[in-house]
């Protein structure tokens, strides 16, 4: 934060603006960077690189994320089972925009955050649990927030 406060303050006292340029560019170069690539996401299960790509097929949860995702599969470190990881092929979304698809649960990294859950479930379980619902059956405005997490659960991070 000092750097910025410095560099505004030589573009108005120096009068040029030469310095707030330099930093403005750098910010916008090192923005877009950093919005070009995806993370990986990684999941360890407790099988087998063979069992996880049984029959040559992927487990249907990572199947349903489609050519808009590189997965790799590969050995956990120390024979602890198998390391399964997914990244967004054309970069994370970002911005105001990013975080109204975030609400919304259509930002594609729940679902990348989803499948991978689900994989490992299906792996190690043979199905795919779902979270528990409340007790109640009658809707009220105080279980609303409960409902939203309950809904977004398998899709946002911890």
């Not at 054309?90 to 994989?119: F, H, I, Y």
């Not at 409340?134 to 309950?150: D, R, V, W």
Request: charged share 30%; aromatic share 2%.
């Amino acid at each position: 934060m000092q750097g910025v406060r410095g560099a505004t303050a030589i573009a108005v006292v120096g009068g040029t603006g030469w310095a707030a340029r330099k930093l403005l560019t750098r910010r916008a170069r090192n923005r877009t960077a950093t919005t070009d690539t995806s993370r990986w996401r990684f999941v360890t299960v407790n099988v087998s690189p063979d069992q996880v790509k049984a029959d040559g097929l992927l487990p249907e949860p990572l199947r349903e994320l489609g050519p808009e995702t590189e997965i790799v599969i590969r050995p956990a470190p120390g024979d602890k089972g198998t390391e399964i990881g997914v990244r967004l092929a054309e970069g994370e979304p970002s911005g105001v925009k990013a975080a109204a698809s975030r609400a919304a649960g259509t930002d594609p990294r729940q679902a990348v955050r989803k499948a991978l859950r689900d994989t490992r479930q299906l792996l190690e379980t043979g199905e795919i649990l779902s979270p528990d619902r409340p007790g109640t059956t009658k809707k009220t405005l105080t279980g609303k927030p409960l409902e939203l997490a309950i809904a977004h659960a398998k899709g946002e991070g911890r």
